[in-house]
């Protein structure tokens, strides 16, 4: 009997230094995307998932980032004394109840294996999900809802792939354009190789390994092609794509941004 996946692990201990001075005091989970930080599509996604248990991988500094969640009684009222009711629900929205999210401290920057294995002792015996926020994904069925629907029949282990052009090797030696993103769901077995795991590449403990190995125990790893687009933004200019692309998705901003884009291009076009 297949279990359901209802927990996941966030890894959110990385410095952000791609985006600093920035991140010198904002963690970059939650620096904002339109405006919502990146956690919180990461938060919303695995909800629409059926995810009950949040588990962040922290480190020093994400002080903010717990905030984020925690209930702001004043602003809340204030919010209802003004009758803003619209805004008073998006607010709670963003809320998560107690006892629903738990923080881990990786104490050390040993890589994203180090940071699940972190979490271990409140996975137990469970499979579990993890996600990147890094990676945010705009589909009309969220990403890992999509593979939670397609885990159910096939268990196992399973990660989220999408095609890339392929530079080196050459493309006809290349064993295939796809390549892993930041979404994954694991069985307890993956705890279990990173627990014997000794430091791989860039003297960190990979995950990728840990899953290689299922591969090879239970050959039960599965690659899941999702529907939607994918942006990185843990780099600057995935990160202005994706205000780009979530920005022309909300209707009270789409025509002004439109005009705006239109405006450039041209510009751009008549100074060529």
Known sequence: MKRKVTKAIFPVAGMGTRFLPATKSVPKEIMTLVD???IQYAIDEARAAGIKEFI?????????LEDYFDHAPQLEQTLEEKGKTELLEI????????????????HRALGLG????????LIADEPFAVILPDDVISAEKPCLQQMVEAYA????NMVAAMEVPVEKPKAEEAPSNLAVIGRYILSPGVLTNLNKMKSGAGGEIQLTDAIATEINKNKDVYGYRFRGQRFDCGSKSGFLQATVAFGLQRKELHDDLWDYLNETVNMGKAAE
């Open 114 to 121: 180090h940071a699940v294995w972190c979490a271990r002792r």
């Open 153 to 156: 029949e096939t268990g196992g």
């Open 91 to 106: 607010l709670k929205s963003t809320n998560m109840e107690s006892g629903a999210i738990a923080y881990m401290r990786q």
């Open 56 to 64: 962040f991988v922290t480190s020093r500094g994400k002080g903010a």
């Open 36 to 38: 919502r930080p990146l």
